[in-house]
């Protein structure tokens, strides 16, 4: 599975939780689990089965409410885990896959830059599809399959959310 849904939402509600997430005290360098410290990247964990940030995971909700509204054929609405990642040009993203051994979860990333184009890098690979990541469009996807972003080529620091849910 890997669907693109377009103009899921305004860049101001995008550029609203970019605000709030760049100014939060919550980042950390847990992920990529069990890799060395220099392959990390900055993640904010927003919801784990329940709100971490309330003030973050209810603007992830009605991020997640607006993404549900263009295509409720796809998944619930029922997030299991949401965060935000930091990266940029100097960090290389490892190809990797997630929930291994669950089939019941998709994933749904999106940018939370505004003013992202594709000049930025930071393309979305999944397995042999190469996604352009555009402000307010959302990748929804088997995270079943190696996926990763490609190299950034901007000093722009690329903030990407991530919802886990039920498929449909």
Known sequence: MLEVISNC?????LDMIFY???????????????MNFEDKHLK???????PLNELIAG???????QIYDKRSDLFYPEVS?????MKDKHRLDNR?????????????????NSNWNSKDGGLFLHGDEVIPMVPTHFVVFDPRVQ?????????????GIDFTVKKK
Request: aromatic share 8%; glycine share 6%; with cysteine.
């Open 20 to 34: 709030a997430a760049q100014n939060s005290k919550e980042w950390h360098f847990k992920y990529p689990l069990g």
């Open 9 to 13: 939402c305004s860049k101001q509600y």
């Open 59 to 65: 603007m992830a909700m009605g991020l997640l409410i």
């Open 44 to 50: 904010m964990d927003i919801i784990e089965n329940a």
């Open 96 to 112: 990797h896959i997630d929930h291994e051994h669950d089939k019941d979860y998709i994933k749904i990333l999106g940018l939370l």
């Open 81 to 85: 885990y949401c965060g935000i990642s």
């Open 147 to 159: 996926h990763c972003a490609s190299e950034i080529t901007t000093h722009k620091k690329r903030l």
